[in-house]
Nanobody, 129 residues
Framework: QVQLVESGGGSVQAGGSLRLSCARS????????MAWFRQAPGKEREGVAA???????????DSVKGRFTISQDNAKNPVKTVYLQMNSLKPEDTAMYYC???????????????????WGQGTQVTVSS
């Protein structure tokens, strides 16, 4: 059972920065894709960024491209930490942010929708204008 622990959320003014962390405590076959999703009240869950931890490939939604950066530490399996550096934050970035280990679909399709994943508990990000 993969366990994910997120941290780093908080409140910031527009234009500010935050860094989220997601620590994975176990590894299962095929769990080489880790991603961040977010969900604002009354809105659907949105894929934000994903990283293929085995090769380093990264993927971003158009809404955060150029402002957010997903990265990983150098730890070997099973322990792995993935980060989401968020710069130039906007009020519309306000949401609960969830980390996921994506089993399917392939990582380059993960942001469009997930069919099998393990999820963290979420961390709140609030951006004020």
């Amino acid at each position: 059972q993969v366990q994910l622990v997120e941290s780093g959320g908080g409140s910031v003014q527009a234009g500010g920065s935050l860094r989220l962390s997601c620590a994975r405590s176990a590894y299962t076959y095929g769990s080489n894709c880790m991603a961040w999703f977010r969900q604002a009240p009354g809105k659907e869950r949105e894929g934000v960024a994903a990283i293929y931890t085995a090769g380093g490939g990264t993927y971003y939604s158009d809404s955060v491209k150029g402002r957010f950066t997903i990265s990983q530490d150098n730890a070997k399996n099973p322990v792995k930490t993935v980060y989401l550096q968020m710069n130039s934050l906007k009020p519309e970035d306000t949401a609960m942010y969830y980390c996921a280990v994506v089993i399917s679909p392939p990582c380059f399709e993960a942001l469009a929708g997930i069919t099998d994943a393990s999820w963290g508990q979420g961390t709140q990000v609030t951006v004020s204008s």
